[in-house]
């Protein structure tokens, strides 16, 4: 089989004093009739850090629900990490020269992996997208359809997806029972399967990105970083940089120092992904030292989950101007956390924030700079955003709702599903 991730260990009921006791109630109820059946979540070594970041905090809450629960990773060889890559873009919308040679690649690569596929699942749940063709290769290599229920959770948002990409994904989607979806709006009207979910990713309360620092620590930690607490602060702390222009933060933060010279900027980004981002990096390097009162962090500073949780809390604002097409646990952690956003208008700002109640939306350096000016100079506004958006994920995006929506679903497809494993 596969390589299997490693997890910790963590109950159910550690989530009680966070959720109450009813919701723990509730997925106890909804695990019952599954008890041991065997589940597969299935990734790549490449999976974004949110999709680890939910399965991380799924798994082993599905394990102590009694559900024997797995994670494993597919194999992706050298040759075929550029089929990968080229792959995801192209479903992003990204312009990709498309041909033979992805789809030859792609179907070498689910067939290798198909190879290794030696164990019997009652679910296989699909969460990495060049692997949507696994159930394709293992139908044609064993003569039948493969045992278990398999459902593909997209997590990505394909409304803009090349026509030759789409159309290769969509037609082996279709195979699978049910189809998934962050949310309602990433739905295409020609999305694969019947049958058609949304479940919500989920923000793990006690997870290590979520716990509060203690202000020794968050002191201690901006000391490091040459960051002035005593100062307010502009956070752009995300996973990604604005692909068309990753220099609008910094028309931004310009409009809101001619008001407030006394403002600094943070701008964190921890993906790597080639050379293309190393050089993207390097201008905003270059750009911040020439700005002056901007401090930026990679993960070659040492920013960890401590780290991120300090610096988020530090942020007098926090601010968006791109965001990944599609999941985005990190925008749901930082409202968790109870901070005032401004965003740029993306389909997932517009799926999670409502407009001016649990955060702005903003698109133009100039409607973020008025919207960030109003923050700074209203206090209280800003605290009732971050209170309002910390509510909003503690009634709609805690794991716990994630875990729920899963165990309604594998419900469902089990009774439906013919020789469906008994309960036992």
Do not use: C
Request: aromatic share 6%; proline share 6%.
């Amino acid at each position: 089989m596969f390589g299997s991730v490693a997890v910790s260990t963590h109950s159910i009921a550690e989530y009680e004093p966070v959720v109450g006791a009813a919701a723990i109630q509730e997925l106890r109820a909804l695990a019952e009739p599954l008890r041991g059946i065997r589940i597969l979540a299935l990734s790549s070594p490449g999976a974004s850090g949110a999709v680890r970041s939910l399965l991380q905090s799924s798994i082993p809450l599905l394990t102590d629900l009694g559900i024997e629960a797995h994670w494993q990773q597919v194999r992706v060889s050298a040759e075929h990490l550029g089929m990968d890559r080229d792959l995801r873009l192209a479903l992003s919308g990204y312009p990709v020269e498309w041909g033979p040679r992805i789809e030859n690649e792609w179907r070498e690569f689910n067939h290798a992996n198909a190879s290794l596929f030696d164990e019997t699942f009652d679910i296989v749940v699909v969460h990495h997208t060049a692997s949507v063709g696994l159930y394709s290769a293992l139908a044609q290599i064993q003569g039948h359809p493969p045992a278990g229920v398999w459902l593909w959770d997209s997590h990505r948002d394909y409304r803009a997806a090349t026509p030759e990409a789409w159309s290769l994904m969509r037609m082996h989607a279709d195979n699978f029972a049910a189809s998934i979806y962050d949310y309602k709006p990433f739905i295409r009207l020609d999305a694969p399967t019947k049958k058609r979910v949304v479940i919500p990713p989920g923000v793990d309360p006690l997870g290590p990105r979520s716990k509060p620092v203690t202000r020794e620590v968050r002191e201690t930690i901006l000391a490091q970083r040459g960051i002035a607490a005593d100062v307010p602060l502009l956070a752009q702390i995300v996973l990604s940089l604005r692909e068309d222009d990753p220099m609008r933060v910094f028309e931004t933060y310009d409009l809101v120092k001619a008001h407030r010279p006394d403002v600094q900027l943070l701008i964190v980004n921890l993906l790597r992904d080639g050379k293309e981002l190393t050089d993207a990096l390097n201008v905003l390097r270059k750009r911040s030292n020439d700005t002056g009162g901007v401090h930026m962090l990679t993960e070659m500073d040492r920013v960890g989950n401590v780290e991120l949780s300090a610096l988020r809390d530090q942020a007098t604002v926090l601010l968006h101007h791109g965001m990944p097409r599609g999941i985005s646990i990190e925008l749901l952690e930082e409202m968790w956390q109870s901070r005032p956003i401004v965003s740029g208008r993306s389909p997932v700002a517009e799926a999670v924030l409502v407009n001016s109640k649990t955060g702005i939306i903003a698109d133009t350096p100039s409607e973020q700079a008025r919207a960030i000016l109003r923050l700074l100079s209203r206090p209280e506004q800003a605290a009732k955003l971050g209170t309002a958006a910390h509510e909003r994920v503690a009634n709609r995006y805690l794991v716990t709702h994630h875990l729920a929506g899963y165990l309604k679903l594998f419900q469902q497809l089990l009774r439906r599903s013919p020789g469906s494993r008994k309960r036992r």
